[in-house]
Structure formats: structure tokens, C-alpha cells
């Protein structure tokens, strides 16, 4: 599904460069769980951005099934992002003056219709946001903020998840309901990359990827 070839990144900061991937490879295969796990500064959220096409590497090539994604021009790149995959941040990334409805809509590649409504209610109904679907994102707890940047992710029937850090602002209790979503996801069929500081998504992925300063150092 993904092939990453000698990815490097080099950020300039106060003069200085800072290489936060160093010649990363690997391949994400179709239907694989994978949690990216590595200190702060490590190069994990450069990692996932690079993945989903937001983030042109310095060096080396990302390969998305056919696309050799950093070949696309901008329009194609975005487009393949809209339809195939699901971002979900820690930090949520909801519209404040927008109701949850409208918030989860907004991930519609084009103007929403009755269908891409239809979708976008049944989703809250599964995350448990039904009664809230008036409500804007202020008048939510965290734990329902997440969930309803996860059901905004899935909204176009992503074949995979990139996910940074969805449960670091949560509860024990919240991040288990967060995570569960992901693992529903996976078994359905769907892909997933998630990083984490934490084991909470240890014990379902099915490979574990560990970044020291940018380094691949385990797989």
C-alpha cells in the first residue's frame, strides 16, 4: 500500500538544520495496524504527515499503491488525500462556530449532498454523538471532541487512518473508547498508522515502528 524509500527531512531552524527523518524505509502493507512509537522530537508526527502526502520529504520517494505521491501535483495529491485517507489529530482540529454535523461534513471532497448526510449522521449515531448533533464542539468533553474528529476522518470511507497522538489529551477511560474505534476500523478491513507515547493501542497493532532522531531503529 505504501512504500517509503530512503525518506529524509531536514527542517532549518535558528540557522541551523535539524533532521527529523534520517533515510527512513519501510512498507505499510494493506490491513496492517502499526503504532510508531519513539521520544518527543523523534520524528514520528514528520513521519505520519509525510505518509498522507502533507509534508514533501527532503529526499528519498513515498510510494501510495500506484502514486508515487510527491509526483502529483498538489491538486491530485490533495485530492487522494480527501478520498483515501483519514487524518486525526490530538489537538482535534474542529471548526469552533460550526455544529458537529457540519464539522464532520467538512471532510467531503466537494459540496455535501444527501448522501455524504446520511453518512455523517450514521456515523455520529455509532460514536455515540446523535444527541448532540446541533452542538458545537465548545459544548463537548474532550473524549467527545476525539471521537467526533474520528468519526470526520471516516467520512469518505478512508482505506487508511493516520493518527497523531488521538489519545494524549484523554482519560484512561475516553482513550479506550478512542482506541476501540480504531481497532473497528482495522477489522473492517482498513489500515492503520498511529503514533503514540503510550502502550494503550500496543496490544491490538500488529507491528510496532520505534523512531530515535529520526532514525528506524526498530520494526
Same mark, same amino acid.
Given at each position: 500500500?505504501? !512504500?517509503?524509500?530512503?525518506?529524509?527531512?531536514?527542517?532549518?531552524?535558528?540557522? $541551523?538544520?535539524?533532521?527529523?527523518?534520517?533515510?527512513?524505509?519501510?512498507?505499510? #502493507?494493506?490491513?496492517?495496524?502499526? %503504532?510508531?512509537?519513539?521520544?518527543?522530537?523523534?520524528?514520528?508526527?514528520?513521519?505520519?504527515?509525510?505518509?498522507?502526502?502533507?509534508?514533501?520529504? $527532503?529526499?528519498?520517494?513515498?510510494?501510495?499503491?500506484?502514486?508515487? +505521491?510527491?509526483?502529483? #501535483?498538489? #491538486?491530485?495529491? &490533495?485530492?487522494? !488525500?480527501?478520498?483515501? /485517507?483519514?487524518?486525526?489529530?490530538?489537538?482535534?482540529?474542529?471548526?469552533?462556530?460550526?455544529? /458537529?454535523?457540519?464539522?464532520?461534513?467538512?471532510?467531503?471532497?466537494?459540496?455535501?449532498?444527501?448522501?455524504? *448526510?446520511?453518512?455523517?449522521?450514521?456515523? +455520529?449515531?455509532?460514536?455515540?454523538? #446523535?444527541? *448532540?448533533?446541533?452542538? !458545537?464542539?465548545?459544548?463537548?468533553? @474532550?473524549?467527545? !471532541?476525539? *471521537?467526533? @474528529?474520528?468519526?470526520?476522518?471516516? +467520512?469518505? *470511507?478512508?482505506?487508511?487512518? +493516520?493518527?497523531?497522538?488521538?489519545?494524549?489529551?484523554?482519560?484512561?477511560?475516553? @482513550? &479506550?473508547?478512542?482506541?476501540?474505534?480504531?481497532?473497528?476500523?482495522?477489522?473492517?478491513?482498513?489500515?492503520?498508522?498511529?503514533?503514540?507515547?503510550?502502550?494503550? %493501542?500496543?496490544?491490538? &497493532?500488529?507491528?510496532?515502528?520505534?523512531?530515535?532522531?529520526?532514525?528506524?531503529?526498530?520494526?
Amino acid at each position: 500500500m505504501i !512504500r517509503c524509500e530512503e525518506i529524509t527531512k531536514t527542517f532549518s531552524k535558528n540557522g $541551523s538544520n535539524v533532521l527529523s527523518l534520517d533515510k527512513f524505509t519501510t512498507d505499510i #502493507s494493506s490491513g496492517e495496524f502499526i %503504532a510508531v512509537r519513539g521520544p518527543s522530537g523523534s520524528g514520528k508526527t514528520t513521519l505520519l504527515l509525510t505518509l498522507g502526502g502533507m509534508q514533501r520529504p $527532503s529526499t528519498g520517494k513515498v510510494q501510495f499503491d500506484e502514486h508515487d +505521491l510527491y509526483a502529483l #501535483s498538489p #491538486s491530485e495529491r &490533495a485530492n487522494l !488525500r480527501s478520498r483515501q /485517507i483519514g487524518f486525526v489529530f490530538q489537538m482535534f482540529y474542529l471548526v469552533p462556530y460550526l455544529d /458537529i454535523l457540519n464539522n464532520v461534513l467538512l471532510a467531503s471532497p466537494g459540496k455535501p449532498g444527501k448522501v455524504e *448526510r446520511q453518512r455523517a449522521v450514521e456515523l +455520529l449515531e455509532q460514536f455515540g454523538l #446523535s444527541n *448532540r448533533i446541533t452542538h !458545537r464542539p465548545d459544548e463537548l468533553s @474532550a473524549g467527545e !471532541r476525539q *471521537r467526533l @474528529a474520528v468519526a470526520r476522518a471516516l +467520512l469518505n *470511507r478512508p482505506k487508511i487512518l +493516520l493518527a497523531d497522538e488521538p489519545t494524549g489529551n484523554l482519560d484512561p477511560d475516553n @482513550a &479506550a473508547v478512542v482506541i476501540d474505534h480504531f481497532v473497528q476500523f482495522h477489522q473492517s478491513g482498513g489500515t492503520v498508522v498511529l503514533v503514540t507515547h503510550g502502550t494503550a %493501542a500496543d496490544a491490538f &497493532a500488529n507491528r510496532i515502528i520505534r523512531l530515535n532522531q529520526g532514525r528506524l531503529i526498530e520494526d
